[in-house]
């Protein structure tokens, strides 16, 4: 029994350091994702879909779901740069 308690004692710093590295990640993640909004927004090319991704990662984040974070972080980059690439196309075809 004490050599898994010690053992555990072991392995407490490292699986502390790994959730660190978790919300570190998952803070770059929300940080890369609002320039990129801020780009679109520069742009008029913010949807509100995009916005509606980056508060739902701000949540996860809050609630400490790092892996919900990178998945609603990227869709929020991912739809900025869509309206970003919506605005090289003409309003209408001739």
């Known amino acids: ?5 010690a053992s555990l004692a072991l392995l407490l710093p ?11 990640d998952a803070a770059a993640q929300i940080n890369a994702a609002e320039l990129l909004l801020k780009r679109a ?14 508060i739902e990662a701000k949540k996860y984040y809050a609630d400490a ?3 919900q974070v990178s998945e609603a972080a990227t ?3 991912e739809l900025a740069n869509l309206g970003i690439g919506q ?3 003409p309003l209408f075809s001739e």
Request: overall charge positive.
């Open 14 to 24: 490292l699986i502390s350091w790994t959730a660190h590295a978790d919300q570190a």
């Open 87 to 89: 605005t090289r196309y």
């Open 75 to 77: 869709r929020a980059g």
């Open 1 to 5: 029994m004490n050599r898994v308690l």
């Open 65 to 67: 779901k790092y892996t």
């Open 41 to 54: 927004a520069e742009q008029k090319a913010l949807w509100t879909s995009a916005q509606e991704a980056l």
